[in-house]
């Protein structure tokens, strides 16, 4: 039997974002499992859409190989990963490598827009580390995000890449699958030659909807290549809340010789080229969002969704501006449900105070650099622990802890809105966030979350329509307005957009 080394340790860093992750954030469960062990790796994701659990699923399916689970976690995006959590975490793995005895391969489930305190490009420095452990010859398999910044060490360091080819991630399971057949191939004695190529310009977030044009259509051109595992490709759609040299989209194709590796390459390159015009990168303000809002759910029996797309904390928004909550109030708003909104003190006093309290308080806008909290008068409808199973298909098999948790009704006589607010940052990019509570979304007339592009797989369908609005929010979104240092010369800060060395 082979022997595969599996480890996961994912991280999405927001250099923009408002607080480091720690050990203590790694360790912590939130939407995914916290720090993973040994044989609790596999049981602990079991069932789960992470890649790990979708190259474990293939293993087990092929039969033919021991697997030998190290260490799994993940944090919640935010900025640079703290020091002494990289090399804790990298610690962990070069040392179950060194103990593993005689290994044939490794998987790493990893993101691939990590960056720590001292190094810019976090996978590229574990992977330097462990090829410096094993040498040139055991072949190393990496599954990335979508997301990923994909850089030259990285692609040099790694035997193979595979990456997720849908946002909202769907396919994260399959991409691991994908990682063990492609494995399995290098093991076997196959070959594989690279050729790998950056775009010069960045995609904001609300962008990079694979749903439609433009990259409905790249990635299924991507997926096109094969066969695989002999010959495939890959398009990382970027990081640009990263302020690094290797932020933006590139795009990785593998061969059994250089020549078709290339040629793969050279083709999808001027297919992104030729497409950057089509990227809609359009946003509306607060007011312009909850106005349009309101004339379209008048019409309507179906809710509308408002993507609060700078306060996503799954990108490393703090998940607690106020800007949208305000609008909404302010502009009379009814059928209103906003989620999540973290602001732990605020639902420990709705927790101590109880189900039909009313509490005076600050709501949110506390962790940002520009504090900005809403006040006013604030009815405890629900409460909950905060820990409930994940419904939509993104998240399926996943248990959130969101920590103690309440639903908020604001009370004022000219709007109709309620908040649920959590302890923990979690993505509203499942409809159980709100279900769970009480609330069944489809039922409102309008439905706001902090949330990017995640959200559509969900609430998409249940939707009259979709609005992205703009409020101040750690996750920028604007490139044109965002302060980068570190982007590489020649670089586009948007489609179309100025040279980031131009501003
Ligand atoms: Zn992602």
Known sequence: MKRIVI????????TFGATLATMSDFEMADSWPGLLRGAEVISGTKGSNLPLAGFVHEARKDGSVELIPLVWCSAEPSAHVADEAFESITGMILEGVRNAGKIDGIYLDLHGAMVSESHEDGEGELLRRLR???????????????????TREMVYLASCITIFRTYPHL??????????????????????FKAYRQAPFLIPLQAQYTGAAPFQSLYDKVASVGPAPQCWAELAAGFPAADIHDAGPSILAYADNQKDADAIVGSLFTDLLSAESEFDCSLLSSQEAVEKAKTIAAKSDKPVIIADVQDNPGAGGTSDTTGLLRALVEGGAEGVILGMLCD???ASQAHASGGGSIIEGALG????SAPNPFSGRLQVERLSDGRFSFTGEMYAGSVAETGPTALLRVLDDSSDVRVVVSSHRCQCLDQAIFTHIGINPAAQQIVTVKSTVHFRADFEPISAAVLNAHSPGLFPCRLGQVPYRNL????RVEPLGMLSDRR
């Open 132 to 150: 410096n452990l094993v040498g040139p010859n055991i072949p190393i398999s990496v599954s990335l995000d979508l997301h990923a910044n994909l």
């Open 365 to 368: 806008g506390k962790s940002g």
């Open 488 to 491: 590489r010369a020649g670089v």
């Open 7 to 14: 480890a996961g340790f994912q991280h999405e860093t927001n």
């Open 171 to 192: 396919d994260m399971a399959e991409t691991g699958a994908r990682a063990f057949q492609t494995l399995q191939h290098l093991m076997s004695g196959g070959r594989l």
């Open 344 to 346: 732990p003190e605020v």
